[in-house]
């Protein structure tokens, strides 16, 4: 934990993140995760880790968010999330602890964010959890052991949710999530490479992705671009 705390300080300074608030602390003191505020009355993004635990691209994240007028909470890159033999209950446990503790803060509308398989944890936890109120993923998948894990555990997903993948990752996508109320299902397949590392940067995939990501936040909670 100590090295992890080390290397969340040393990415603050270097990428110089101008909304970077307090880490936020359980009652024990435990680390929830780090908080990017910017309207008390706008949405919580809580930022998922990818596997292999690169939480300069989840800061990067969370500033965009800001941007678009979101608070966000980058969870910080654990081994629950970063191990590869973590099971999705481990993982959906510790994040509905994190929600427990976020909630003694703020009561505002909580959004799930994650890639790869951080994606489909998120939208099993939007399935589960009626204190999420929308999920944003990016290449979401089937990501555990078991014939359809995943799709069979979104089957009650019904909040609005904005998925971004690649062309080829297209009807993958859309099967997994067959059964959930069209309505409520928005697409982009607007990324060149699967996961966050190709919405981070400029290029003209992130920007397309983040044009999605503009508008589903837009429409859904109201928030204005900074």
């Given amino acids: 934990m100590r090295r992890l705390c080390a290397l969340v300080v040393l990415v603050l300074a ?13 009652g024990s003191n435990e680390l929830v995760g780090y908080q990017f505020i910017v309207n008390l009355a706008a949405p919580h993004c809580l930022v998922l880790p990818q596997t292999g635990g690169d939480v300069s691209v989840q800061f990067e994240v969370a500033q965009r968010l800001n941007k ?15 191990d590869p033999l973590s099971s999705p209950d ?10 427990d503790l976020l909630r003694v803060e703020s009561k505002n509308p909580i959004v799930v964010m994650g890639a790869g398989r951080s994606a489909s944890v998120a939208l099993m936890a939007a399935a589960k ?4 109120k929308a999920a944003v993923v990016a290449s979401p998948g089937e990501y555990f052991d ?3 894990y ?22 993958l996508v859309r099967d997994l999530l067959e059964v959930m109320p069209r309505q409520l299902l928005f697409v982009s397949e607007s990324l060149s490479e699967p996961g966050f590392q190709n919405m981070v940067g400029q290029t003209k995939a992130s920007g397309e992705s983040w044009l999605a990501v503009s508008v589903f936040f ?8 900074r």
Wanted: overall charge positive.
């Fill in 129 to 132: 959890d009626l204190r999420i």
């Fill in 146 to 148: 078991g014939k359809e």
């Fill in 14 to 26: 270097l990428v110089g993140v101008g909304h970077a608030q307090r880490p936020l602390r359980g």
């Fill in 218 to 225: 837009s429409e859904q909670f109201s928030v204005q671009p």
């Fill in 90 to 99: 481990s993982i959906l446990q510790d994040l509905r602890h994190r929600i």
């Fill in 150 to 171: 995943v799709k069979r555990h979104v089957t009650l997903l019904c909040v609005p949710t904005q998925v971004l993948c690649t062309k080829k990752e297209g009807k």
């Fill in 68 to 82: 678009l007028g979101v608070n966000a909470l980058v969870i910080p890159p654990t081994p629950v999330y970063t």
